[in-house]
């Protein structure tokens, strides 16, 4: 609804100062020439909007005007009250205090809103965690999580693997968690970097500012990181004829994606091609599947799995 969309602009602008129209229009999911039009709409209702011109210029409010319409509709106090998983409020320390704020939260609201907050907390949980946990150390993760809100630099000593430990001084431009692992976003002579912080041997927080890339957003940054990081994994495919009663066995198997997937032939055997990150997964996963399943090709990717079967059962078998 426009009326919405006023008044988020109205909010935006009083919360962030000055916004151009291209930020607007993103946050909003609208185009450019609709903030342009909504800016008409506003001046004509008589809120001081203005628009500054030229580097660092945008849109903002006059005279530090002020709205108190703040008013919050079902979808977004439902939105507010799904919440962060609680294992990411525990491993930055906010667990008590963001059930503190949803306490007081909840309070403030109107009885209406306070029953769907209620309704929603009862009937949606998000447990971020896969079913094998990474268990990986979060040891150094207060120290960074103050580095970062504080912008000061960081002397961290990083485990490489077969490159040994380096030392490096960065600047903190972020934490970020996917699944249960979490990850340090920091700037080394301006370039953004991710360091994983399990292998954080050690870290010191330093008294020298650190330095942000004019215009960096997090978010962004991590999106495209991932993008690269996904383009550049090895990649190979094999084809499979699985038992229909054990093809869902391909859910399961990590670092793999079922490409095509067909339906069960007279055999009762399902045609299914899947890529993996190397050669020796797809063998793993042909010997896993036992009498259930085969590798259908690529042929020299057979005779790999027959020695490793010949192996396994010169292994078990009986003397």
């Not at 960074?144 to 002397?155: D, F, G, I, M, T």
């Not at 990083?158 to 903190?172: F, I, L, Q, T």
């Not at 960096?216 to 991590?222: I, P």
Request: charge should be negative.
């Amino acid at each position: 609804m426009r009326a919405d969309r006023l008044l988020s602009i109205m909010l935006l602008l009083q919360t962030y100062g000055r916004i151009t129209t291209a930020e607007l229009a993103d946050r909003l999911e609208v185009s450019e020439r609709t903030i342009h039009r909504d800016m008409e709409a506003l001046g004509s209702a008589g809120v001081p909007v203005m628009a500054m011109r030229g580097t660092g210029g945008g849109w903002q409010l006059m005279d530090e005007y002020k709205t108190n319409l703040t008013g919050l509709h079902e979808e977004e106090i439902a939105s507010l009250f799904v919440g962060a998983p609680e294992r990411v409020l525990h491993d930055l320390g906010l667990r008590r205090a963001s059930e503190g704020a949803l306490i007081k939260l909840l309070a403030a609201l109107p009885s209406v809103g306070r029953r769907t907050a209620e309704f929603v907390r009862e009937r949606i949980h998000i447990d971020a965690a896969g079913w094998h946990d990474s268990g990986e150390s979060v040891e150094p993760l207060p120290l960074l999580q103050e580095a970062v809100l504080r912008e000061r630099q960081v002397k961290l000593s990083y485990d490489k693997g077969k490159a040994g430990v380096s030392e490096r001084v960065v600047d903190p431009l972020g934490l970020v968690i996917k699944g249960t692992v979490w990850y340090l976003v920091a700037g080394v002579q301006g370039e953004p970097r991710t360091y994983r912080i399990a292998r954080i041997v050690r870290c010191e927080m330093l008294d020298e500012a650190s330095a942000r890339p004019p215009g960096f957003q997090l978010a962004s940054y991590w999106e495209a990181s991932t993008e690269r990081f996904v383009t550049t994994l090895p990649r190979f495919e094999a084809a499979f004829r699985i038992d229909a009663a054990y093809t869902h066995l391909t859910m399961y198997w990590k670092y793999s994606k079922v490409l095509e997937q067909g339906t069960a032939g007279e055999d009762g055997c399902v045609p299914c091609r899947m890529r993996f990150q190397s050669e020796e997964e797809a063998c793993r996963f042909a010997l896993s599947l036992g009498p259930h399943g085969e590798l259908a090709e690529p042929a020299e990717l057979r005779t790999k799995v027959a020695e490793m079967a010949r192996g396994a059962a010169a292994l078990y078998g009986e003397p």
